[in-house]
Structure formats: C-alpha cells, structure tokens
C-alpha cells in the first residue's frame, strides 16, 4: 500500500453542477477525514468516519455537501450545486485506531468552479 | 475564530543555519501537536509531534518545543537544507474528543536558500 490516493487531482466544473471525489485511505485505516484549504490557509476540517460511521461534521459542512464510506473502506464526497466560493482543494486523511496516531495525508483534490 | 495561529507567513534562512517556526494557539484544551510540510501538489506530509505532557520532542535535525503556559509551539530545523524549503504547517488536536480532529494554522513558508 503506497498511501493515501485521491482522484480526480484536478476538477473544473461550472457552477451549478455536481461533482463527487474519491479518497482511498490506508487500508489497514480505519478512521478517515475530509479537509479542505484555500489559497494561504491551513486545511479546516470537515467530516470524519469511523470505519463506515459518519462521526461528525463541521459548520462548513453545508447542505450541498455529502460523504459516504460504505464498508468502510474508499470514501467519497458529493457536492451538489456547486458555487464559486467552494472552490478549493479538497484532502483526505486516514489514520489508525490504535492509540493516537497521525493522520497521513492524500495528494488532494483541486476543485475549481468557474 | 483562529484556534492556532502561525504569524509568520515566511522565512528565510541560510543553508546550514538554524530555522525557527512558531506557533500559538488559544485553545487549553488541545493536548497534542504536530507539524506537518507541504510541498506544491502534495498533500501535508507529517513531521513530528509532542503531546502536552512533554516540552520537547526531536527527531534528527527537527525538534518540537512546548510552552504550555504560553500556549506557544516552536519546530527547529538544525541544519536548514535546502530540500527543507516548503510550507510547514503547525496543528492542534484534543486527543479524546472528536477522533482527534486536527485544527491547523495558515502555514509558514519556508525558503532555505543554497
């Protein structure tokens, strides 16, 4: 397993319409988080699984947005009706169970929404 | 509401020298910090840790401290090389709640010029 794998890397997408991304975790990962970050910010959390269980959800989280894991495996986040200001890159992030440990990071998805 | 703050958006050092990367957060709560580097079209890569029950942590050329009573972090890079020129990121988690979210800061960009 060479890590953490997110596709597609690049999405440009016009407002309106819907987009989905895919986040492959760390398979021996049982929690999994989706992070977003803008231009000279740090990323903000917004959701996080445990295995298949939907644990939590940030503010940011609005109505247009969703995230599944089924069998808690790959995960993927929906944005339906997608504006400018959701514009970003979109991270995921797996770490184990076991104690604490660090999360390791994808690659990102860069979504732009013209 | 900014929980961890890097005031910092730059630095630039010598290679050889001593790089300092600081970091404040308001939060009492958190009790576990990392570092993390990111480099453009990468995901953050983890660096190291300390949890709130230490004042430091190190690992070869990087060192973590923490000043709890000032709710202040720092990462020492000793030397700088020129492969350490990346955006480092200070973040912030309270390990029994929330799957240990991670709040991060905006991110200092580090240059290690040759």
């Known amino acids: 397993d060479t890590g953490v794998s997110q596709n597609p890397r690049h999405k440009i997408t016009k407002r309106g319409q819907n987009v989905t991304f895919r986040c492959d975790p760390i398979s021996e990962h049982n929690r999994l988080y989706w992070y977003r970050q803008t231009l000279g910010q740090g990323p903000e959390f917004l959701t996080y699984?445990?295995?298949?269980?939907?644990?939590?959800k940030s503010r940011l989280l609005s109505d247009r947005f969703s995230a599944e894991r089924p069998k808690g495996s790959f995960s993927t986040l929906e944005i339906q009706r997608t504006e400018q200001g959701d514009s970003a890159m979109y991270l995921c992030?797996?770490?184990?169970?076991?104690?604490?440990?660090?999360?390791?990071f994808g690659p990102g998805t860069r979504l732009t929404v013209t | 509401d900014q929980q961890v703050k890097q005031n910092s958006p730059s630095l630039s050092v010598q290679e050889g020298r001593i790089s300092i990367l600081n970091c404040d957060y308001t939060n009492s709560m958190f009790d576990y910090f990392l570092w993390y580097k990111k480099y453009p079209a990468e995901g953050p890569t983890f660096l190291i840790s300390?949890?709130?029950?230490?004042d430091k942590n190190e690992d070869g050329r990087f060192t973590v401290f923490l000043n709890k009573s000032a709710k202040h972090l720092s990462l020492h890079i000793v030397p700088s090389q020129p492969g350490d020129s990346a955006v480092y990121f200070c973040a912030a988690s309270i390990i029994e709640t929330s799957g240990s979210r991670l709040t991060f800061g905006e991110g200092t960009q580090l240059t290690v010029n040759p």
């Open positions: 992030a797996s770490s184990s169970q076991e104690g604490f440990d660090e999360q390791y």
């Open positions: 300390i949890s709130s029950i230490k």
């Open positions: 699984f445990q295995n298949e269980a939907q644990l939590e």
